[in-house]
């Protein structure tokens, strides 16, 4: 171990690793992202109990939710959807010849440290499964992963919740987001998923986990697909929450 330690910081001062966000040289207790990067991400402090939206006030729920039909149980979201994690998750998802999830070690970062994640550690007995939010098969074979399935993997470390990808699949290889207004995300991810196992969700209370929420529609829509084939209830989580 000390001698695996001496090598690292041997081999970081010859060819000198980068922070993955502000391109700084790491220090040696860092790995991929800088202490200052990660000091950036903000955890939400006002949000909505429901779809977790970030709201001015502590209001219970959104104005969203107060006047649409919600069909999971609640959000639970670890960060604001600010300029640090945009530039991660972008190049995350956009760049993978990069590779950071080739090291966890950022994640369970993000995961562990995180006050909001805290009553899903409560929870988590009474749920039978995390779902990742999967992608289109063309675009995973592009990227070389789903980014969520990798988060889902974390989480079962840190949580001890095992997560399955045998349940659905997404069949429509819907356009990237980053170029659709609202209404057009909406049209795009109308009956986008399909379930592939039925079985396996009857009376099952299940964790729906993926990257990023914008408007919620992917959760909700996936929610209500899931309650109407025999789930029993669903939760539902994302790394950040944007809007
Ligand atoms: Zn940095
Ligand atoms: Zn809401």
């Known amino acids: 171990m000390k001698i695996k330690k001496i090598l690292n910081n041997f081999i970081n001062f010859v060819?000198?690793?980068?922070?993955f966000i502000c391109k700084e040289v790491l220090e040696n207790n860092e790995t991929q992202i800088c202490d200052h990067c990660i000091s950036l991400l903000k955890e939400p402090e006002c949000f909505c109990k429901k779809c977790g939206k970030p709201t001015d006030l502590n209001q219970d729920w959104c104005n969203i939710c107060k006047y649409k039909k919600?069909?999971?149980?609640?959000?639970?979201?670890?960060?604001?959807?600010?300029?640090?994690?945009?530039?991660?998750?972008?190049?995350?998802?956009?760049?993978?010849?990069?590779?950071i999830f080739e090291n966890f070690d950022i994640c369970y970062n993000l995961f562990l440290n995180n006050e909001q994640l805290k009553e899903l550690a409560i929870l988590k007995d009474n749920l039978d499964f995390v779902l990742p939010i999967p992608i289109h098969l063309e675009r995973q074979k592009l990227r070389g992963y789903n980014q969520s399935v990798l988060l889902a993997q974390v989480l079962e470390d840190c949580y001890g919740i095992h997560y399955k990808t045998d349940i659905l699949k997404k069949h429509k290889n819907t356009k990237f987001f980053f170029s659709l207004n609202k209404k057009e995300r909406e049209k795009e991810l109308e009956n986008a998923f399909e379930i592939i196992n039925f079985e396996a969700i009857k009376n099952k209370n299940i964790l729906l986990l993926d990257d990023i929420s914008t408007t919620g529609t992917t959760m909700n829509n996936i929610s209500k697909l899931l309650l109407e084939n025999g789930a029993n209830s669903i939760f539902t989580m994302c790394l950040a929450h944007g809007e």
């Open 70 to 99: 919600i069909y999971y149980e609640k959000m639970f979201v670890a960060y604001y959807y600010d300029e640090t994690l945009k530039k991660f998750l972008k190049k995350v998802k956009y760049n993978p010849s990069e590779k």
């Open 15 to 19: 060819i000198p690793d980068y922070c």
